[in-house]
């Protein structure tokens, strides 16, 4: 093994599967096995009974140390050598390991914070087969055999992501891909990191990653192995990530930029993508994944990849070329709500990019305090209300509101409290008359107990689900409108959900009035909360910074619903990530509490 390596932060529970993780940190307890050899009876390896519990997943990681650390037999290994600087090389990419931090939950600071997963320490990577400057520390090293599935769980044949999107139309929606659940490996609506740097979509010549968890390691590793190291990125990053502070020193061509938060319990939580090519076109993606190894492993992820924007004539008019949905303009406004220099150029490029292929509407949540304005309320709850009053399908009250998130914020005392008084009177709007006063029933799909107890990596399958008993118990009005995760359809039951959905469907018809995808749980924080001082004019406050996708039927299929479970005159169904109809919890079922992984 590697001395240099970081102890595992959690020592014998380690749950990982992943080779990356096995390359970066060290496990004792494993280490101890892999030393002793096979027993030359059973010509197995001798687990403790301390352990035994854990034998199967113990020994499939035992096989991954035999992978990445073959014992010697006279010379080092040719899967790993060692740097002047005393880093590990493997298959080329350099591991810098930093400090480590547990793959645990950022708990929520206040009832308003919005969480989300926590893991291992990020990693600087560079590649050291080819001549590079003395200051890297990488000169005159041989060139190492490099093998990208050394690194990167579910690797598919390159050069037909373009042909994958074009089949995705017209909603262009994947869900990721799941490194345990080989059934999604091939759908053709599951998508990989690697195919979003694919060269069929275009030769990338600059790209910005905006997200709250940066692991750079592997988002370097990514990049390297599509080709594009040394291209211009710029992250813009919401958690704490000490190895970013000065990554530029060893890659110059990244530029990571904290953003600032007006207070300490709101967060920078958007997954936004954008990426320009070298013919000066471009695209946008909206993710629910963060950028580390566990959100695109055994996670259930969604993705919305936009077609490629051609570049607009210079002497062009740049009024031209703007969506029938205003996406351009509303993604623009959301841009300079980071007050982020670095951002102008890229705002600059969107300005003079034809953007009228977009079929989707641009939702997003900024800090601050807003008041309805000449286009309405800007951001959060407000503006999908205005644009689902304005092109929205009449419906009846009783269509229920369908939720599911990663996590819950603190939702009051009883339903009246925010849910209805704010967020339903919001989702529930239509383009038809206003009727009674009755709001829809509302619905909500978060992960039991059970669930996640049978997902692929047992209840450490629950560490994207940062809701805690302290916020749980002071709402156990919640319970009565709690569904199970199911996702049967699409193999990604066992798969547990970090993606976040919004949605309102008539299963009798068969059909979706329309479907939000975005990085905004079910919080106030994300969404936005209204004052309650009837004396003075509404004014939305919005804590976090947050980004989605709204789809209305008449703006994708020129119609006033999506079809559910069939094709409908040539349209193909939406592609829900659940199954329906919803699956009730049991009588005997709870909600899964991150309290669960502490006991």
């Known amino acids: 093994m590697a001395s240099n390596l970081k102890k595992c932060p959690y020592g014998e529970q380690c749950y990982r ?94 009832p308003m914070a919005s969480t989300s997963s926590k893991c ?28 990208i599935k050394d690194y990167i769980p579910v690797v598919l044949e390159k050069g037909h992501a373009a042909e994958k999107i074009a089949s995705a139309a017209p909603y262009n929606l994947f869900l990721t891909a799941i490194t345990d659940s ?42 390297y192995f599509a080709g594009i190291m040394g291209t211009p990125l710029l992250i813009l ?13 060893t890659h110059p061509e990244v530029t990571a930029i904290k953003v600032n938060m ?81 951002l102008q150029s890229w705002i600059a490029r969107i300005r003079k990019t034809d953007f009228s292929a977009i079929n989707v509407f641009f939702i997003g949540s900024t800090p601050g305090g807003f008041r309805e304005g000449p286009r309405g309320y800007p951001w959060g709850h407000a503006r999908v209300g205005e644009l689902l009053q ?3 399908a009449p419906m009846e009250a009783r269509v229920p509101v369908i939720c599911q998130s990663s996590s819950i914020g603190s939702l009051g005392p009883n339903i009246h409290t925010w849910i209805q008084h704010d967020f339903l009177s919001s989702l529930r709007k239509h383009s038809g008359p206003p009727g009674l006063s009755h709001f829809p029933p509302f619905k909500m799909i978060y992960p039991s107990f059970s669930n996640v107890k049978s997902s692929h990596d047992d209840l450490f399958g629950g ?49 979706i009035y329309w479907f939000m995808l975005t990085s905004a749980n079910l919080s106030k924080a994300a969404w936005g909360a209204f004052n309650k001082n009837v004396n003075i004019s509404p004014c939305l406050r919005i804590m976090n910074y947050e980004a989605g996708v709204l789809f209305l ?32 919890y049991a009588p005997d079922d709870k909600p899964f509490l991150m309290d669960y992984l502490h006991q």
Request: glycine residues 6%; contains cysteine; neutral net charge.
């Open 17 to 110: 599967k992943n080779p990356i993780h096995f390359g970066e940190f060290s496990h004792p307890h494993l280490d101890t096995i892999y030393a002793n050899g096979l027993d030359s009876k059973t010509n197995k390896y001798v687990i403790p009974d301390e352990l035994f519990m854990s034998a199967e997943l113990i020994e499939t990681q035992l096989k991954l140390l035999e992978k990445l650390f073959p014992k010697p037999s006279g010379s080092k290994s040719s899967k790993e050598t060692t740097s002047t600087d005393g880093n590990s090389l493997k298959d080329g990419i350099r591991l810098d390991s930093g400090s480590p931090k547990p793959d645990s939950v950022k708990q929520s600071k206040s």
């Open 120 to 147: 291992a320490s990020p990693n600087s990577c560079k590649p050291s087969s080819t001549s590079v400057d003395d200051s890297s520390k990488f000169s005159k090293k041989p060139k190492i055999t490099k093998n």
């Open 182 to 223: 080989k059934r999604t490996h091939h759908e053709p609506l599951t998508i990989t990191f690697q195919e979003i740097l694919d060269e069929s979509l275009g030769e990338i010549e600059s790209s910005v990653q905006i997200n709250f968890m940066v692991e750079i390691g592997w988002l370097l590793g990514h990049y």
């Open 237 to 249: 990053y919401g958690d704490e990530t000490p190895e970013l502070l000065n990554i530029s020193k």
């Open 262 to 342: 007006p207070t300490p319990f709101a967060t920078s939580h958007a997954k936004v993508m954008l990426f320009g090519y070298t013919d000066g076109d471009m695209r946008v993606v909206i993710s629910t994944a963060n950028l580390y190894e566990d959100d695109w492993h055994n996670r259930t992820q969604g993705i919305w990849i936009s077609p490629k924007l051609t570049a607009l004539p210079n002497d062009g008019d740049t009024t031209a070329g703007e969506s029938p949905t205003n996406f351009r303009q509303d993604l623009m406004l959301y841009l300079v709500e980071y007050k982020i220099a670095k």
């Open 390 to 392: 304005k092109h929205c």
């Open 463 to 511: 560490g994207c689900l940062p809701y805690g008993s302290n916020t749980n118990d002071k709402q156990p009005w919640l319970r009565g409108h709690l569904f199970q995760w199911c996702s049967k359809q699409r193999h990604r039951s066992q798969a547990m959900p970090h993606i976040k959905t919004y949605t309102r469907m008539k299963l009798e018809d068969q059909s």
């Open 553 to 584: 039927p008449k703006f994708v299929i020129g119609e006033d619903t999506f079809p559910l479970g069939h094709v409908r005159d040539g349209i193909p169904s939406f592609p829900l990530p659940y199954d329906v109809p919803l699956t009730p």
